[in-house]
Nanobody, 114 residues
């Protein structure tokens, strides 16, 4: 059974930065693509960024140029570095493992407000 645990969320002012982490248990991490999604109140969950097992990355238009997804296979951890944060980035951020069964973390709240 895989568990994904996100951390690093919090309250930040517009223009600030946060780095989210997602630690995975089990043996599937290094061979699985990993993604970050977010869900704002009253909205659907949207994909933010994906990184393949080989390190190739893709981003939603809203994240491109401001967010960076990366991974450390030795630590079974995927990161999301978020810079130049805007109020519209406020959401619960979830990591996802693209394994055969697919797993979600529990989410971490990011609030961008002055």
């Amino acid at each position: 059974q895989v568990q994904l645990v996100e951390s690093g969320g919090g309250l930040v002012q517009p223009g600030g930065s946060l780095r989210l982490s997602c630690a995975a248990s089990g043996n599937d991490f290094s061979r699985s693509a990993m993604g970050w999604s977010r869900q704002a109140p009253g909205k659907e969950r949207d994909l933010v960024a994906v990184i393949t097992s080989g390190g190739k990355t893709t981003y939603a238009e809203s994240a491109r140029g401001r967010f960076t997804i990366s991974r450390d296979n030795a630590k079974n951890t995927v990161y999301l570095q978020m810079n130049s944060l805007k109020p519209e980035d406020t959401a619960v951020y979830y990591c996802y493992m693209y394994s055969r069964d697919g797993y979600w973390g529990q989410g971490t709240q990011v609030t961008v407000s002055s």
